[in-house]
């Protein structure tokens, strides 16, 4: 791309080379005419706080031709990586204030660095810990793990009696928006937010729990309705061993991944 915008004699960020998915020996040339980068895309719709449903894709930018892109949530989990201050807690917060809005959904917000990002919301979240020492409502690494065993207990629970409705209310064996949408049911969509998870896996011997019982989350949950978020700033890995190989497995289950300015 560099030496195709250096002989068009435009910046690189303006020039987009994609294959054609029909032949391996077609290419399709875009080139910007400007740069898409020194483009404000504008005020988020979310920011007009009308109410959203989880079960449509989340609105999360444009593209460089102006074109909305979207995030589908729905049986997916999503990570988000960057090194510190390029915009990973912005991207995660943007898909988290989605699932806020949407009055059907239940959050669980876990912020390992214990900044004001989150704090706000404390005020909609199912349960919440920020930071990793101590602090009024308790220890943040017990009220993860507490919380985690409560979703797995849930997530088995779902599926018990999922796998007992009739096939015209449960077509699937799995969660519906009827069913999450009914308070009959209590099968809401859940969303866990982790940030900076890679501190929860790197906090000595509980950390082997965390990670286990995330590694189930990531495989089992997103079926019974468990959307997870989490985001890092190190995808490439924590610890060794045990914890390094847990690690490797719940990132490698999150289905979308979304990377900004890393360190490789």
Not at 65 to 84: C, D, E, F, K
Not at 206 to 220: C, D, Q
Not at 243 to 255: E, L, P, V, W
């Amino acid at each position: 791309s560099s030496d195709l915008a250096s002989g068009l004699d435009v910046t690189t960020s303006q020039v987009f080379l994609h294959r054609d998915p029909t032949s391996h020996r077609r290419h399709v040339l875009w080139v910007a005419d400007r740069d898409p980068l020194a483009v404000p895309v504008g005020r988020t719709p979310l920011l007009a706080c009308k109410a959203t449903d989880i079960w449509e894709p989340v609105p999360f930018g444009l593209d460089e031709r102006g074109q909305l892109v979207t995030v589908p949530l729905m049986w997916n989990s999503v990570l988000v990586s960057a090194l510190p201050r390029a915009g990973k807690s912005f991207s995660a917060r943007a898909l988290m204030l989605y699932a806020a809005l949407d009055p059907y959904a239940k959050l669980d917000v876990f912020d390992a660095k214990g900044s004001p990002d989150w704090r706000k919301f404390s005020l909609v979240a199912h349960s919440c810990a920020y930071g990793l020492t101590p602090s009024r409502t308790g220890l943040p690494l017990e009220i993860l793990l507490s919380t985690l065993y409560e979703i797995k207990d849930d997530v088995q629970d779902r599926y018990h009696r999922l796998s007992e409705m009739p096939t015209d209310v449960c077509p699937e064996g799995k969660l519906t928006r009827e069913i999450a949408r009914n308070p009959r049911y209590n099968m809401p969509v859940r969303v866990l937010l982790l940030e900076e998870f890679q501190e929860y896996l790197d906090a000595g011997e509980v950390s082997k729990e965390i990670a286990s019982l995330l590694v189930f989350l990531s495989k089992v949950a997103p079926g019974a309705g468990v959307i997870l978020i989490g985001s890092t700033q190190k995808p490439s890995g924590v610890g060794t061993g045990h914890i390094a190989q847990q690690f490797t497995s719940f990132r490698d289950q999150m289905q979308i991944r979304f990377g900004l300015r890393t360190s490789s």
